[in-house]
């Protein structure tokens, strides 16, 4: 596609369950980054992929958040044991990042809530 | 302190005024610098770029100042839809093609009839 595709646009889970969320990224683009926003909050960054080199994790919270990149594309985010304050909107963005005036492009979002 | 800081706001103007941003960014490193406009409920999208030697997109005028480590977004003759609330981003930039980028807060601004 065109843009940044997130799938799902919506997830409602029991709190203790786990969860994926998934990122496919524009075509091309090296970069990517996922970033949680809690209602009327601004953006949380959690982790960075940038092409074959480690990501950076510096932002996730707890030991149960994950996220992997497979072949330098497509972006799973994981949440194990789901609990009430991880209800957020996860967004992913990517970027064709040649290290300066890197823009950045989000997808949808998908509105996490654990009930 | 924070790397980004912005006035969350709000900023609440009539139609037609003149309002400006500020955001200042701690990080020295700092390579490349953005606005972004998110509306409510909705993904942050990119509205310009800003460049050293300041830019503009018609109504929108973006500022850098190096040496103060800041900068601006100005927005003439408001609009009802630039109601919205606007995102600092900074590049922070590693060397080769390592870079992250750290946001702001937003400021929300309200544009009123």
């Known amino acids: 596609g065109a843009g940044v595709s997130q799938s799902p646009s919506n997830k409602v889970t029991e709190k203790g369950k786990d969860v994926e969320l998934r990122c496919d990224p524009i075509?091309?683009?090296?970069?990517l980054y996922w970033y949680r926003q809690s209602l009327g909050q601004g953006l949380e960054f959690l982790i960075y992929f940038q092409g074959n080199s480690a990501p950076d994790k510096s932002g996730l919270p707890s030991d149960r958040f994950s996220a992997e990149r497979t072949g330098g594309s497509v972006s799973t985010l994981t949440i194990q044991r789901t609990q009430q304050e991880d209800s957020a909107v996860y967004l992913c963005?990517?970027?064709?990042?040649?290290?300066?005036?890197?823009?950045?492009?989000f997808g949808q979002g998908t509105r996490l809530t654990v009930v | 302190r924070k790397e980004v800081e912005q006035d969350p706001g709000p900023f609440n103007v009539p139609e037609g005024a003149t309002v400006a941003f500020n955001c200042t960014y701690s990080?020295?490193?700092?390579?490349?610098f953005f606005w972004y406009r998110q509306d409510c409920r909705k993904e942050p999208k990119l509205l310009m770029s800003?460049?050293?030697s300041g830019n503009e997109d018609g109504r929108f005028t973006a500022q850098l100042n190096r040496a103060s480590q800041y900068i601006s977004l100005l927005i003439r003759d408001s609009k009802l839809s630039d109601s919205a609330t606007y995102l600092c981003v900074v590049n922070i930039y590693y060397g080769g093609s390592q870079g992250n980028l750290i946001f702001g807060k937003g400021t929300k601004l309200s544009v009123k009839p």
């Open positions: 800003v460049y050293s």
């Open positions: 990080n020295s490193a700092s390579q490349s």
């Open positions: 075509s091309g683009h090296t970069a």
């Open positions: 963005a990517s970027s064709l990042d040649r290290g300066v005036n890197t823009e950045a492009f």
